[in-house]
């Protein structure tokens, strides 16, 4: 959530910072401000998108080569401009930006009125900052020494920057629980919540630690400490992105540009993991913990949103394939159970970001019981990425739709690997099966390619039914949690009310809500249970449902009876979430559209969850 950019160096910081945070609006887009240092202290702060605070700011002072900007996503107080941040000191001589919660923010507000000091926002963030000014004030301390004491006070997570008017050749940089991270120029230095605005200008970067302060000066200095006071040497990193990466390119929006690029994702994600032709297939970070992954007697996936719906896919691949138990766990809700995890066990988790707080939260408690710790993400030099034992990346490239799509394709191809690799390795799967998967698994960006040739039938159909109110999504086995991710979907984007079941559970309960008006989505292209589905379909039918069906090329019989069908290539059963979801997300995407919503920014999200 939020997003933070900062400069300080010998260009103009305004067009930096703006340009920056236009790229990382995916974090937040309730309002935006931008604070420089020239002489004096010049905050912009508007409600609404960055284009909003753009053209504010156009015909007003914006000088300055040291400054700071922030687009939000409202945690405390409403989206207004009072509530924008940046947010200044009560003398007006600090000014902070800050990504996260501070939890006991309230206990600190009442001791500072007692102090004396008056706020003028709803925020924790403000609190935070007349704090820093209080112990600057109190024992005469510098703007990194303030803000270190300050935060020694904090419960919560953060990611902060500060500026102070009369320490105009120095930026202070902080964070805990949220993302930060430093761009290494020539006499100049960027920051901000992670790598898209940096690439443009450096390719090293420094990724701050947990209770790390950067204090950071125009002459090229740069020194990091700990909370605690002590001097840490940093690690310095290349970062490997291109910039058309993070353009829309010739597409309309980002959601359906990062639709489109499916196929060359998962073959980025496969590639140099296996050969159907040689018979192999290696998972690097798999690689390194084998032995005791393939001697588990438990995985346990732990994810949020759609990164979960990917964990149920790979529920179905580890215990097929590989005939490991798995539990699949809503991160939010296993860091406040006391779950039974032991030193057997390993936690897979999942996330596009490798920042979500309740995943991060649940691989401390994880790694407190000593479980192996395996993370699949997609941002390379994400927390997630740095605090587990080992793990892999999915190379998706930067997803800035808000609604994820390359993502989740990328985690299940990731998963359908590993399950594979195991499933041979243990003896699981016989030989001939597992060379005729390496086979289909190499097949399916080809495949996906033919499902995004249908692009206008499903638009089509999209248009069908766009003034539908809810939606059922059915699905079995392999693709009931494909059902799920298409549901999320079309709420997400559309904000239509939207429910996936497992098929056979459609008559305990949801089959009570299906009328003439009601659109059906079924996944019926499982050949273990095509009977099953059929009747499925029929009873839908029988009570005047309008049922969409996704089917394997060449169905004839749920054809005959569905409203309409959307046909996909076959492939082995394992291997068809990769397929199915693909029309869903097309589907999704053309309704919302079509009803007049902003598809990579819906209302109330943002990308990166990185507060409770």
């Known amino acids: 959530m939020c997003g933070i950019v900062a400069y300080i160096g010998e260009r103009e910081a305004f067009p930096i910072i703006m340009k920056g945070l236009q790229r990382l609006e995916y974090r937040g887009y ?21 284009k909003e605070l753009l053209d504010f700011a156009r015909d007003k002072k914006t000088s300055g080569s040291i400054g700071m900007g922030h687009t939000r996503w409202a945690t405390h107080g409403v989206p207004n401009d009072v509530n924008a941040h940046p947010h200044l000191s009560g003398d007006g001589r600090l000014s902070i930006i800050h ?11 009442a001791a500072l009125v007692k102090l004396g000091h008056e706020f003028t926002s709803d925020t924790d963030t ?104 002590k001097i840490q040497s940093p690690f310095i990193e290349k970062i490997d992105l291109k910039i058309e990466r993070l353009e829309k390119g010739d597409f309309d929006s980002f959601m359906l540009k990062e639709i489109f690029e499916q196929p060359r994702t998962i073959q980025d994600c496969m590639r140099g993991r296996l050969s159907s032709k040689e018979g192999w297939v290696k998972v690097g970070g798999l690689e390194q913990v084998v032995d005791r992954v393939s001697a588990a007697q438990r995985f346990i996936i732990a994810a949020c949103g759609t990164s979960w719906h990917a964990g149920l896919i790979g529920e179905y691949l580890f215990e097929e394939l590989a005939r490991i138990p798995v539990e699949v766990e809503y991160a939010s809700e296993l860091r406040y159970r006391n779950p039974i995890i032991n030193e057997t066990d390993v936690i897979i988790a999942l996330s596009q970001s490798g920042e979500t707080a309740d995943t991060l939260a649940a691989l401390e408690t994880a790694k407190e019981k000593k479980a192996l710790i395996y993370g699949v993400v997609n941002v390379v030099g994400s927390s997630i990425a740095r605090v587990t034992d080992s793990g892999s990346y999915i190379h998706a490239g930067p997803e800035i739709g808000v609604a994820s799509t390359k993502a989740f394709t990328g985690q299940v191809t990731l998963l359908t690997l590993m399950a594979i690799h195991l499933g041979y390795s243990k003896g699981t799967i016989p030989r001939s099966y597992y060379l005729q998967l390496l086979e289909e698994l190499e097949q399916i960006p080809h495949k996906i390619e033919k499902i995004l040739a249908k692009d206008k039938q499903i638009e089509a159909i999209a248009s069908e039914i766009k003034d539908a109110t809810n939606a059922l999504y059915l699905g079995r086995g392999y693709n009931f949690p494909v059902a799920l991710e298409g549901a999320l979907k079309l709420k997400e984007i559309s904000y239509i009310h939207a429910e996936g079941y497992p098929a056979a559970e459609m008559k305990h309960g949801p089959i009570a809500l299906i009328d003439e008006n009601m659109p059906v989505i079924v996944i019926a292209t499982n050949k273990s249970a095509y009977e099953k589905i059929f009747s499925n379909v029929q009873e839908v039918k029988a009570r005047k449902g309008k049922v969409i069906a996704i089917v394997s090329e060449g169905d004839k019989e749920i054809k005959a009876i569905a409203d309409y069908c959307i046909e996909i290539p076959d492939t082995d059963e394992p291997l068809t979430p990769l397929l199915s979801v693909i029309p869903l997300q097309l589907l999704s995407y053309h309704i919302a559209i079509m009803r007049g919503c902003n598809v990579d920014q819906p209302r109330n999200l943002a990308k990166s969850v990185t507060v409770e």
């Not at 761009?183 to 605005?197: H, I, K, R």
């Open 99 to 109: 990504n996260g919660i501070i939890e006991n923010y309230n206990s600190l507000k």
């Open 126 to 229: 403000e609190v935070l900052i007349h704090l820093i000014e209080e112990a600057q004030r109190h024992d005469n301390l510098p703007i990194e020494e303030a803000v270190r004491v300050a935060l020694t006070k904090v419960v919560g997570a953060y990611a902060i920057v500060v500026l102070d008017q009369d320490a105009p050749d120095r930026v202070v940089a902080a964070r805990k629980g949220s993302p930060l991270v430093i761009g290494l120029g020539e006499n100049e230095f960027f920051m901000a919540s992670d790598a898209s605005p940096l690439v443009e200008y450096t390719k090293e970067v420094i990724y701050l630690n947990d209770e790390e302060i950067a204090v950071i000066k125009r002459n090229g200095d740069l020194q990091i400490k700990t909370i605690d006071n």
């Open 30 to 50: 309730d309002s935006a401000g931008i604070a420089l240092l020239n002489g004096d202290m010049t905050v912009y702060k508007k409600k609404g998108k960055v």
